[in-house]
């Protein structure tokens, strides 16, 4: 069978667009810094001591009174699997939460992860419908 310069164009054509897609994902992927922001508003006098870790980084141990948050900024890995898990305690209650998951989070999210720990449990905020979402209750 004989390609004609039509099909040979197309084909070239496709191959670019495609080319173009692979080094703007890549781009995207290389330069977006994520920030993940936890907020203590449990109660006045309640301090809250969380620590949060992925594969590659220990945050360590932070203590916040009311009010304060502690953030931090990385960038997702190229495979998708970026992972950063905390755990928290106030009291003698505790939560465990995974306070960013690429494949959750990257499309939730997006660059701006913001979580709020309350009486009741810790939020979400989730920009697209500008709310909290309840996510997590403490346990004993």
Known sequence: MRRTKAADGGSMAVSRVLQLLLTATLVHVASGKVTIQITNLIGYNDVMIIGCRSLDDDLGQHTLSY???M????KPNFTKTTLFYCNARWNAMRVDFDAY?????????????????????????????DSWDFRYSWHP
Do not use: H, P
């Open 71 to 74: 953030e931090w900024k990385f």
């Open 101 to 129: 998951a690429y494949m959750r989070d990257n499309y939730g999210c997006g660059s701006d992860c913001r979580w709020l720990f309350t009486i009741d449990g810790v939020y979400a905020y989730d920009s697209k419908y």
């Open 67 to 69: 009010g304060q948050s």
